[in-house]
T-cell receptor
Framework: NAGVTQTPKFRVLKTGQSMTLLCAQDMNHEYMYWYRQDPGMGLRLIHY???????AKGEVPDGYNVSRLKKQNFLLGLESAAPSQTSVYFCASRTSGNLYNEQFFGPGTRLTVL | AQSVTQLDSHVSVSEGTPVLLRCNYS??????LFWYVQHPNKGLQLLLKYTSAATLVKGINGFEAEFKKSETSFHLTKPSAHMSDAAEYFC????????????FGTGTRLKVLA
């Protein structure tokens, strides 16, 4: 049981390049989330999904797109990277059910945009 | 709207002394509250969560937190700090308005002095 995994762990992009971050979970969780973490700002929600084939915008969605074609995978895309997107990206998942279910986090992807 | 405030961005304690990390929340509903720990260059790990079953919640590694509705607080404590407790700690409140979101505090970085 690997939990939540993220690919890649590190990436350096040039301004204007595109890339996709992959999040995978093997816990059969319904809900999945993408966050970015910047110094002094905690984690901010980019997009989330409440089930296969559904996505919704979070707090800071601009410049990002997502897809959830399979229940176990949640992809985060950057179409045209900007230096402001330099950050650490975390994926999380949780099961459905009651109000008290916690999120499980992946190890993060450190992205630098030059 | 729900929110969470971590009152200290940095806390320093000596090894073997008590730890207190403060968290206040605002919520129109009975909240779900969580504490996560993040060690350097790692993902977030759940320390404990408030589920309304008991106001004093015990977590991993000797941490506990007390839910005080009258003070809208959920402070994290540990009787005796260990060097391995040096990390960043996040207080999180669950949005119960039906949007499935979690709201993160800005984090408290704990430093443990030898």
């Amino acid at each position: 049981n690997a939990g939540v995994t993220q690919t890649p762990k590190f990436r350096v992009l040039k301004t204007g390049q595109s890339m996709t971050l992959l999040c995978a979970q093997d816990m059969n969780h319904e809900y999945m989330y993408w966050y970015r973490q910047d110094p002094g700002m905690g984690l901010r929600l980019i997009h989330y999904s409440v089930g296969e084939g559904t996505t919704a915008k979070g707090e800071v969605p601009d410049g990002y797109n997502v897809s959830r074609l399979k229940k176990q995978n949640f992809l985060l895309g950057l179409e045209s990277a900007a230096p402001s997107q330099t950050s650490v990206y975390f994926c999380a998942s949780r099961t459905s059910g009651n109000l008290y279910n916690e999120q499980f986090f992946g190890p993060g992807t450190r992205l630098t945009v030059l | 709207a729900q929110s969470v405030t971590q009152l200290d961005s940095h806390v320093s304690v000596s090894e073997g002394t008590p730890v207190l990390l403060r968290c206040n929340y605002s919520s129109s509903y009975s909240p779900s509250l969580f504490w996560y720990v993040q060690h350097p260059n790692k993902g977030l790990q759940l320390l404990l969560k408030y589920t309304s079953a008991a106001t004093l919640v015990k977590g991993i590694n000797g941490f506990e937190a007390e839910f005080k509705k009258s003070e809208t607080s959920f402070h994290l404590t540990k009787p005796s700090a260990h060097m391995s407790d040096a990390a960043e700690y996040f207080c999180v409140v669950r949005d119960s308005s039906g949007t499935y979101k979690y709201i993160f505090g800005t984090g408290t970085r704990l430093k443990v002095l030898a």
